[in-house]
Nanobody
């Protein structure tokens, strides 16, 4: 009964920042590994972050490494994706996803639980 909700998307200028939030109803995200994904028109779903629920292990692909950072606030039961130095090519619908495995993964098929997505548009 995992239901995820993303928020924080919007329109931002190139070079700007946004922070996305992921929350769940019915369960605590402490028990789940989290993945962040994005999908732009004409493209497949691309993983941009992976967080283990067992330790501080994180993974970011080269395309966002150094610009995106994901973190947990367990007191608020919220997972964040901080996006800095945004580029037009970051424009996409962004999703958070959850799975019970402690292993890092940016494969969409590894995640059974998904949010509805939040749109991020980077444009001047």
């Amino acid at each position: 009964q995992v239901q995820l909700v993303e928020s924080g998307g919007g329109l931002v200028q190139p070079g700007g920042s946004l922070r996305l939030s992921c929350t769940a109803s019915g369960v605590s995200l402490d028990n789940y590994a989290i993945g962040w994904f994005r999908q732009a028109p004409g493209k497949g779903r691309e993983g941009v972050a992976s967080l283990s629920n067992h330790d501080r292990s994180k993974y970011y692909p080269i395309s966002v490494r150094g610009r995106f950072t994901s973190s947990r606030d367990n007191a608020k039961d919220t997972v964040y994706l901080q996006m800095n130095s945004l580029k037009p090519e970051d424009t996409a619908n962004y999703f958070c996803a959850a799975r019970l495995s402690p292993r890092l993964s940016v494969k969409p098929s590894d995640y059974p639980y998904w949010g509805q997505g939040t749109q991020v548009t980077v444009s001047s």
